[in-house]
RNA sequence: GCCGAGGUGGCGAAAUUGGCAGACGCAUCAGCUUUAGGAGCUGACGCCGCAAGGCAUGCGGGUUCAACUCCCGCCCUCGGCACCA
């Protein structure tokens, strides 16, 4: 049977009915993939895995009632697509649009329900030029700022990257390791919305581990910053710390070699040639270098000068001030980038200041006694001896500085805190910090600005003009969009300029600030600018142009459901957000958050276990699936295979097995169809006589199963369930020579064709096609010449009765103490006492009680009765 | 090191509140049908055992009439972060 042929004619038959765009119905739901980057190798049955699962949704929302949207779209800029054409020698514009015809083309074969009028794409200038314009919102805000930090830099891509694009300190795209390189930059401030996409998280539906991740992306951390003085000096430096207890214990401080400090020290520092050094040479680091652990920690002391712990200062009384002094230490294994770029370093309660101070001979100063129980607080103790009598083996230890030690206890040795706890320790030295003007409570961030520079061609122009005298001026909005030029050299230059800044007559601009002679800014936006907003441009497209509606945004946000890979975890999803927040805060959209719900689908890895990759040649395309066996059967097989969120291996004869399902469902509707004919049956709602009996028990069962199914993504015991239906329908309707009789009763009952259709209405998400058209062969009635039909995607989803779920019999489990001994049929609802009259009488279970004395039954209603002897 | 997810047949996997472990599918084997085919149908299929029965959900304990499920302690795999003070 050529299912192919059949696809090919409900695809023509739905597109040209638009089948999908009903969005006028109250109930709405947008349900969104992450939009493909049209690659050069086209898509395979790993990327159609989420689309699939969204089509199901979206055609089982369909059926209940609500107005769906479920757009898509390319996500054409960045560097693969630019990297790719350098080395085919074809212009990226070209090569892009090439990519995405066979994209599309792959795509259109599944029969998905896109509505392919809001097809977008970033490429597009109209599309940009709202990329632009977010851009411009930025930087009227502050939020976009030129900077001149030392940034990652691909020496490979020639150009500069973000904090999130690297992997192990390698390029994301070509595995280079990262250079640091003071560059001029694009930044956006994503640190000014740290609180808030921490905050956010809490009300989204998202897995656990995403939002953990976004969390630990984010890494906040509660501390205080300290004022440490300069000895003899006016200076002063702040350093932070979450460990403000154990300041007692502080004996040396580190900054970290890019730490100002140093500068305005340098006439006080005795060994300023060595210090020098030091510096310099981990300048010459890589980044690798500079994050191995397993290397040993170095530094110099800043001989000379000292520091005054505040605690210990004349002007507090904290602990008598003594003045203590303290050295100081640049070491690299401080970084300059997080806190104040300098910490305390108290080494008999942290790893690292402990294995500084072991090796440059510092002292070791232990301020926290532990608690007298063991020190492994995850054991339980076994016995109250354990847990009152024994001390700490290693107490002994850890107050002479021989091993660290950071888990709880109480404070020793620190003056007026001594005997408190650590936490309230941390609250009180934290108030008297602030009482005495010596430093503050403060809140920290791992998390970094975005850097959004790049140094490329294939990227939206940063829409900013350079001009002498009025400085950085943004292109006037009516001016949007600043066209990407087409220009036939787009090599990067590597000399953190952009390409573009060779063409002259694109970049020599008039400033419309001043009228004066100015400069474009040649940098380019990230590949991940143009994806933050798109879930936007599908409901502000209108006519292949875009324009902003606040009504279409309202009425769509957020978005109900949005599924894609687990990879975008902290780049995509926390630049969307973050882009999302500031719409929000500046009023263009209207929810506080733009994905509600997130699913992420596992990775589809080939037969032989690994990625599938152009360079293992183990890549399935969905092409040669569908040719031989038909797009309905890929649908199933890829919703079958496993859990949604499972990375699994692909199995051709899997494929088969769904095909062979498919092919029984065919062969029946023939039977159906040939009885039909026959006039053998009529074409009724099922009458009473078939009520209540198993079949139809089954059936509401599954209606319930699948239905709860779909809505938590369990695909793949969804169609388990269809089949079991499957089964018992096609057993209940073959021939009567088969022994069916012993499962559904009447060998000789009519063909049961209502049960059938609403298998087949189960069916139509998972298999669209094949169930129009066996819908369409069961209900159509083409006798007078005219067809009369009615979709089957334009059906009622089936609601199951919940009165009809339940079994008449069921099967009592009878174990004596607790292993399996017998079953028995017997009717449900059945009471302890009649279930303990038939089992006794058993056989089987008579002769196991021989000589025995019953302890006790357990029965449990409905499921089993346990002797205990 | 920290955080997260997971570990069940030959394979992908199922298993409501603790209640028949292995549903459904793949592979394999046997038979039928056929006819060449990678087709169809029927049946078997966790391990040991002729059987009765016993043993089985990463390992070791515990709670319970009953544990894949709950508790304690380990081991391993995958993913993320990683000198963030």
């Known amino acids: 049977m050529n299912f192919k042929k059949i696809e090919k004619k409900w695809q023509k038959i739905w597109e040209e009915e638009g089948i999908y765009k009903n969005y006028q119905r109250p109930k709405k739901f947008y349900v969104l993939d992450m939009f493909p980057y049209p690659s050069g190798e086209g898509l395979h049955v790993g990327h159609s895995r989420g689309y699939i699962a969204t089509d199901v949704i979206a055609r089982y929302k369909l059926m209940n009632g609500y107005s769906v949207l479920h757009p898509m779209g390319w996500d054409a800029f960045g560097l693969p697509a630019e990297n790719y054409a350098l080395k085919n020698k074809i212009h990226p514009k070209i090569a892009v649009d090439k990519n995405i015809k066979t994209f599309k083309k792959q795509l259109e074969k599944f029969g998905f329900t896109y509505d392919w009028e809001k097809e977008i794409n970033t490429t597009d200038s109209n599309y940009y030029k709202w990329t632009q314009w977010i851009f411009l919102q930025l930087f009227k805000r502050g939020l976009a700022y030129e900077s001149f930090e030392p940034i990652n830099w691909c020496p490979s891509c020639k150009t500069g990257l973000a904090n999130e694009d690297l992997e192990d300190g390698k390029c994301e795209r070509c595995g280079s390791e990262i250079e640091k390189k003071p560059l001029r930059q694009w930044v956006l401030k994503m640190t000014a919305y740290a609180e808030k996409l921490l905050d956010g998280l809490r009300d989204l539906d998202w897995p656990e581990s995403i939002k953990e991740q976004q969390r630990n992306w984010i890494g906040r951390s509660e501390g205080a910053e300290i004022e440490f003085r300069i000895k003899n000096l006016e200076l002063r430096f702040k350093v932070f710390t979450t460990r403000l207890d154990t300041i007692f214990g502080c004996t040396y401080l580190v900054v970290a070699p890019e730490h100002e400090i140093i500068k305005d020290l340098e006439l006080r520092i005795e060994n300023l040639g060595e210090v020098k050094k030091y510096i310099d040479e981990t300048k010459k680091k890589s980044e690798i270098q500079r994050m191995d652990l397993a290397k040993e920690k170095t530094g110099v002391e800043l001989k000379g000068v000292k520091a005054i712990n505040p605690f210990s200062a004349e002007g507090g009384s904290a602990s008598g001030g003594n003045n203590e ?291 293992w040649g183990n890549v399935v395309n969905p092409d040669d699936i569908i040719k031989i066996y038909g797009a309905d059967t890929l649908r199933l097989y890829e919703m079958f ?97 088969r022994s069916l009789s012993s499962r559904f009763g009447n060998a000789n009952a009519p063909m049961r064709i209502e049960y059938f259709k609403t298998f087949l209405k189960l069916l139509s998400p998972f298999a669209p096609h094949l169930s129009e058209e066996f819908w369409s062969d069961l209900t159509s009635d083409s006798d007078n010449g005219r067809i009369k039909y009615k979709s089957i995607h334009r059906e009622k989803w089936p609601k199951y009765n919940p009165k009809l779920i339940k079994e008449k019999q069921f099967e009592l489990v009878i174990q004596i103490n607790g292993k399996l001994r017998d079953k028995v049929s017997v009717p449900t609802g059945i009471s302890q006492k009649e279930a303990e009259k038939i089992v006794l009488k058993r056989q089987k279970i008579s002769e196991e009680l021989v000589g025995e004395k019953i302890k006790k039954i357990i029965f449990v209603q409905n499921r089993l009765i346990n002797i205990v002897i």
């Open 325 to 615: 002094e303290i050295p100081i230490y640049v070491a690299d294994y401080v970084l300059g980038h997080y806190g104040t770029g300098a910490v305390m370093a108290v080494p008999a309660h942290d790893e690292r200041d402990w294995e500084f101070a072991k090796k440059y001979n510092l002292p070791i100063k232990c301020v926290i006694k532990p608690y007298v129980y063991p020190v492994n607080l995850n054991k339980h103790p076994q016995s109250d001896d354990e847990f009152w009598g024994q001390k700490n083996p290693e107490l002994n230890k850890i107050l002479s500085g021989e091993i660290f030690y950071n888990k709880d206890g109480n404070l020793i040795d620190s003056g007026q805190f001594t005997e408190m706890n650590l936490e309230k320790a941390r609250e009180k030295m934290a108030k008297w910090l602030e009482e005495n003007k010596f430093g503050s409570r403060k809140i920290n961030y791992k998390l970094r600005d975005w850097v959004f520079s790049r140094q490329r061609y294939w990227g939206e122009p940063i829409p900013i003009i350079k001009c002498e005298k009025c400085g950085n001026v943004p292109v006037l909005e009516k001016n949007l969009p600043v066209k990407l030029p087409n220009v036939k050299s787009y090599e990067p230059t590597g000399t953190g300029e952009s390409p573009l800044a060779n063409i002259k007559k694109w970049v020599n601009i008039k400033c419309p600030k001043c009228g004066g002679l100015a400069k474009r800014e040649t940098n380019t936006m990230p590949q991940l600018s143009g994806s933050s907003w798109y879930y936007l441009a599908y409901l502000i497209k209108k006519n292949k142009k875009y324009e902003w509606n606040k009504k279409e945004i309202k009425k769509w946000l957020p978005v109900n459901l949005y599924v894609g890979g687990v990879e975008h975890a902290t780049r995509h999803l926390l630049y969307a957000r973050f882009w999302h927040k500031f719409l929000y805060d500046i009023k263009v959209v209207s929810a506080k958050e733009p994905f509600k719900k997130l699913m992420n689908q596992g990775l589809i890895l080939a037969e032989d276990g690994r990625k599938m990759s152009k360079r």
């Open 641 to 737: 295979m496993g859990p949604f969120d499972q990375a699994i291996m692909w199995n051709t004869d899997g494929v088969r097995g769904m095909h062979r399902f498919l092919q029984r469902v065919y062969k029946l509707v023939q039977n159906f169809h040939a009885y039909r004919q026959a006039g053998k049956f009529e074409v009724e709602s099922y009458n009473a006589k078939f009520k209540n009996d198993k079949l139809e028990t089954l059936l509401h069962q599954t209606i319930k199963k699948i239905t709860e199914d779909i809505e938590n993504f369990r695909f793949n015991t969804a169609i388990s369930s269809l089949m079991i239906l499957f089964n018992e329908i096609e057993h209940a309707n073959s021939a009567p020579s």
